[in-house]
């Protein structure tokens, strides 16, 4: 069974034809990828398409937002019951561009996280420290109040069915990775935070990386003790470089 999970969040990017493009390199170079199980976070149209494509494969599919609520007047949301009809999976909750860019804060994070176990599909909650905040060392102070939050709401054996994703913000998208070193240094330190809560789910958590993760980085970054897979943007986007870090996970 594969130990690693190796995430792709296509955030605003694809189109039908790009999406069958990627999807079918996927289809076709699964070799060599079975250490991880491979998840792909499309944008919400094309989830249909997505479901069919990828229908018969080990590749799971997943939710990049979600509305906390069940249904009704929320424009512009989509649902949990919803996504469970396109053979949803993972769901990612507080990613730092919906935390940056729209507002979100632990309160509502959490409401996303606490829907997502209702509906019996896993959140993956996404944490990370902004370069100031790196900069004037509040990094663990960061990240364990954002996983602390869900402890508060959730509780810490909430765990048991959550990923979480650490992607410090400052190597979103920028093309700067955080050391092995400095990523297993947090990993390390938010598996000892819910442990001092809830020590076997501690224990068997999976806690990815994120941010500017290429074929690359991830080899050395999946030898580290905490580093249980990658949340990937950008290389997401390829199939080669996509299957690449699935392979570094063997
Ligand atoms: P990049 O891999 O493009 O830096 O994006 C990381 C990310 O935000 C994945 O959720």
Sequence with gaps: MANMIVAGNWKMNASKSAVTEILSG???????????????????????????????????????????????????????????????????????????????????????????????LTPILCVGETLEQREQGQTLAVVNAQVQAIIDAAGADSFANAVIAYEPVWAIGTGLTASPAQAQAVHQ?????????APVEAASMKILYGGSVTAASAAELFAQADIDGSLVGGASLQAESFLAIGQAAQ
């Design 26 to 120: 996927l289809k076709q170079g699964l070799v060599g990828t079975s250490g991880a199980e491979l998840v792909v976070f499309p944008p919400f149209p094309y989830l249909a398409q997505v479901q069919q494509e990828l229908a018969g494969t080990s590749i799971r599919i997943g939710l990049q937002n979600v509305c906390a609520a069940p249904k009704g007047a929320f424009t512009g949301e989509v649902s949990l019951a919803m996504a469970a009809e396109f053979g949803v999976t993972y769901v990612l909750v507080g990613h730092s561009e919906r935390r940056a860019l729209f507002a979100e804060d632990d309160a509502q994070v959490a409401a996303k996280y606490v829907a997502t176990q209702a509906a019996n």
């Design 189 to 197: 330190a938010i598996r000892e935070h819910v442990a001092k809560v």
